[in-house]
């Protein structure tokens, strides 16, 4: 597993296509207070709960100046098919190689149901306008963590 992020880390840097296939950069957003987060996969209930979860609070969040980026393995069409299906407006990444999962530590062995696999660890992860880690989770329950992660930002 790789080493975790620590607040006041540098956020590792990437460029990861969205829904549409469009590079996007993380340096593209610097300047901007950034919540990103990380996610097993598209259309699955916790991911989907989750995800709806960050587009119902994105107007309050987006108001005290924060951008939601989620990502997940999923391939660009499948993250496409989730963003229509669930009406979601903030972008969704594509790291099929989980290179980016890596860097921030939300890939390796983790529980699922009793046993020990591989794959995406469920993070999230605030980044100020630096480019540096204000906050970082991990292990993060799907539901209620959208609810606590506004508590904790004072949103």
Known sequence: MSERLQPGDV???FELPDADGTAVP???LR????????????MTPGCTKESVDFE???????AAGVTVVGISPDKPAKLAKFREKEGLTFPLLSDPDAEVLK???????KKLYGKVVVGVI???F???AEG???KAYYNVKATGHVERLRRDLGV
Not at 56 to 62: N, P, T
Not at 103 to 109: L, Q
């Open 11 to 13: 956020a590792p840097d």
């Open 26 to 28: 993380l340096a593209s």
């Open 31 to 42: 300047g901007k207070r950034v919540i990103l987060y990380f996610y097993p996969a598209a």
């Open 56 to 62: 119902g609070s994105l107007a309050e969040l987006e």
């Open 103 to 109: 860097a921030y530590g939300a890939y390796g062995e």
């Open 122 to 124: 469920r993070s999230t």
């Open 126 to 128: 605030v980044i100020d």
């Open 132 to 134: 540096k880690i204000e």
